[in-house]
C-alpha cells in the first residue's frame, strides 16, 4: 500500500474517531490515536484491534493484514506527538470554540504543509478555521456512524480552503474504501440538509393527525422501499442526536419553513423517551425488540357498491384496471349514481376540496394514493374526508384488498403520506442544487449511501414524475398557505420542461 498520507493524527477516541482510524490503518497509513483521557485511546485501540481480529476470524482480512494493521495504530500520550503527521483528523465535541481552539493549537505543533480535517457533521468550516494562520490547511472531512460500514465522506470546503487540500482528502478517502463527496461549507453540508425531509414532514403529518407514527412507517417503507420509516430511524439514531441536528439546520438557514422543527421531538426529548436505547421512543422496545400492535383486520362487506372513478383522477386508466381486476362493478356515466362509491385520485389536493370542486357527495367520497404506480406498491392507501360513510370507508378498504394486498386508511389532508414525503425530499434536494452546494451526481451518491434511501431524491423525482411532483407541491401550497411547499426553481424549471433532474449540465 501507498497511502497518500503514511502517518496520520486522530483525535478523539470515541465511535467516529476509532472507526476513521481503523480505516486509516486499514489503507497503509501509520495512525496517531490522542484523546485527552488516556484510557478512552487504550479501550478505543483495545476495540480496533478487536474488530480486525473478527475480520481475521471471517476471511475478510488474513493473519498478516491484522498483524501490521495492529502495528500501525499507535496511542500518543500528547498532541506533540501528531508533529510529524502529514493529516491530522479531529473527531471531538461539536462546539465550536473546542475544535477552534484544538486547530489553533495544532497549528504550531504540525509542519505548515500539514492537512487538518474536521469530522464536524453541522458547524461552519471557515467559522473553524477562522483564526487560524493557514485557514487553507483546513476542510471538513465528514465520516458517518459506523465508520468502517458507512461508505461515504463529505469533503467539505471552507471559504479559504485550497482546492488541492480537498483533492487530496478526496484521493485519500479512495484509499480508505470509501467514496468521497464534494460539498460547499453549508449548513448540514449535503446529508444532513437533504435528510431533512424525510423526518420532519412525516412529524408535520403526525402533528395534523392524519396517521399514526406506526402507520406513517409502513406506509413509507412499502409504497416507496425505505428500509426504515421515519419514525424507526429517529428510535434507531436517538431523539438526542436527531432533534437537536433539526433544530440546528433551521436557526442556520434563518428560519427556512422547509427545516421547521416539530414541538413532537421536542416534547419527547424534553420527557427522556428519546428511542430504542432508552426503551422507549415512538415504539416500545422489550430487550431491544419493538413492540407493534397487530394490523387491523379487513372488513367484512355483504355487499359491496358499484364505483365510480373521477375523470381527474391520477393514473385513472390504471385505476380502472385494477378495480376490474378487483371484481368491482364499475359505473361509466358522467356523474356517480346515488348509490356508488366515489374514488378520486388527487395529486397534492385533499379529498375534501376535490369532492367540493368536483361537485361530488363527500359522503360517499374516497381518495387514493395513485403517484406510485399499483405494481410497484405494496401497501394502497386510502384517505376518508370528515363527511365519509363508515360503510363507504369499509366497502373500498375491503374491495381493495380483495387480492391480498396491504391497504391503510388515512384521515384526509393536502397531499397522501407518500405525496407528501416524496416531493419534500425531491423539492430540498432540488434546492441543494439550485444553491450549488454540491453537484447533482455527488448528491445522489450521498444520500443513496449515507441515508439508504431506495434511490437518490433527483432519481426519485423522475421516478415518479417531475410534473407529478410539482403538481404535489403546488396543490399543497394551495391547501396550506404555507411557504415550506414552495417549489424550488431547480425543480420548477426542469419539471415544467420535462428533463430528467439528473442532467443539468446537459440542459444548460
Known amino acids: ?46 476495540g480496533v484491534f478487536a474488530q480486525w481480529d473478527k475480520l481475521g476470524e471471517k476471511g475478510r482480512m488474513t493473519a498478516e493484514q491484522v498483524a501490521q494493521c495492529k502495528l500501525r495504530l ?25 475544535k477552534s481552539a484544538l486547530f489553533a493549537q495544532l497549528e504550531g505543533i504540525v509542519s505548515p504543509s500539514a492537512v487538518l480535517a474536521t469530522n464536524t457533521s453541522s458547524l461552519s468550516v471557515t467559522a473553524i478555521a477562522a483564526q487560524l494562520k493557514r ?8 465520516f458517518f456512524n459506523p465508520v468502517p460500514l458507512m461508505k461515504v465522506v463529505e469533503v467539505i470546503a471552507g471559504l479559504r480552503t485550497s482546492k488541492s487540500v480537498c483533492d487530496d482528502l ?24 437533504a435528510g431533512r425531509g424525510y423526518g420532519t414532514e412525516a412529524l408535520r403529518i403526525a402533528s395534523e393527525g392524519v396517521a399514526d407514527f406506526a402507520t406513517i412507517d409502513q406506509i413509507l417503507k412499502d409504497q416507496v422501499g425505505f428500509k426504515l420509516g421515519p419514525f424507526e430511524l429517529m428510535d434507531l439514531t436517538a431523539l438526542d442526536v436527531s432533534h437537536p441536528v433539526m ?19 421536542a416534547q419527547r426529548l424534553a420527557g427522556g423517551l428519546l428511542g430504542k436505547k432508552t426503551g422507549e421512543g415512538f415504539y416500545r422496545y422489550a430487550d431491544g425488540v419493538v413492540k407493534t400492535a397487530a394490523p387491523a383486520p ?13 375523470p381527474r383522477a391520477a393514473r385513472r386508466a390504471e385505476l380502472l384496471l385494477l378495480l376490474k381486476n378487483l371484481g368491482a362493478k364499475i359505473e361509466t356515466g358522467a356523474s356517480p349514481s346515488a348509490e356508488a362509491l366515489t374514488l378520486v385520485a388527487p395529486l397534492g389536493f385533499d379529498v375534501t376540496t376535490v369532492a367540493v370542486v368536483e361537485r361530488l357527495d363527500p359522503a360517499r367520497t374516497v381518495g387514493i394514493d395513485m403517484l406510485v404506480a399499483d405494481n410497484e406498491t405494496k401497501r394502497r392507501v386510502l384517505a376518508t374526508n370528515p363527511a365519509t360513510r363508515t360503510d363507504m370507508r369499509m366497502a373500498a378498504h375491503a374491495l381493495m384488498a380483495r387480492d391480498g394486498k396491504a391497504v391503510s386508511v388515512i384521515r384526509d389532508s393536502g397531499g397522501f403520506v407518500t405525496q407528501r414525503v416524496v416531493a419534500t425530499i425531491v423539492n430540498i434536494a432540488s434546492d441543494i ?8 451526481a455527488d ?12 434511490l437518490g431524491p433527483l432519481a426519485m423525482g423522475n421516478h415518479y414524475g417531475p410534473t407529478n411532483v410539482l403538481e404535489v407541491l403546488f396543490n399543497m401550497q394551495t391547501v396550506y398557505g404555507d411557504p415550506r411547499y414552495r417549489p424550488s426553481p431547480w425543480l420548477r424549471r426542469r419539471g415544467a420542461i420535462g428533463l430528467s433532474l439528473l442532467h443539468e449540465e446537459e440542459a444548460m
Open 135 to 142: 485557514p487553507a490547511q483546513l476542510a471538513g472531512y465528514h
Open 74 to 98: 499507535i496511542c500518543a500520550d500528547s498532541l506533540q506527538a501528531l508533529s510529524d503527521c502529514k493529516l491530522v483528523v479531529e473527531a471531538v465535541v461539536e462546539r465550536l470554540d473546542v
Open 1 to 46: 500500500m501507498n497511502p497518500l498520507f503514511e502517518r496520520v493524527g486522530v483525535i478523539g477516541a470515541g465511535a467516529m474517531g476509532r472507526g476513521i482510524a481503523q480505516i486509516a490503518a486499514q489503507a497503509g497509513s501509520v495512525v496517531v490515536l490522542f484523546d485527552m483521557q488516556p484510557q478512552a485511546c487504550v479501550a478505543a485501540q483495545a
Open 443 to 454: 448528491l445522489e451518491t450521498a444520500v443513496t449511501l449515507g441515508l439508504g434511501y431506495p
Open 247 to 265: 433544530e440546528s439546520v433551521y436557526r442556520q438557514y434563518y428560519e427556512e419553513p422547509r427545516y421547521r422543527p416539530s414541538q413532537i421531538t
Open 298 to 310: 379487513v372488513p367484512s362487506v355483504p355487499t359491496m357498491p358499484p364505483v365510480w372513478v373521477s
Open 433 to 440: 442544487c439550485q444553491q450549488a452546494i454540491c453537484s447533482p
Open 170 to 193: 478526496a484521493v485519500y478517502a479512495r484509499q480508505m474504501g470509501h467514496t468521497p463527496v464534494l460539498a460547499q461549507d453549508t449548513p448540514g453540508f449535503i446529508v444532513n440538509h
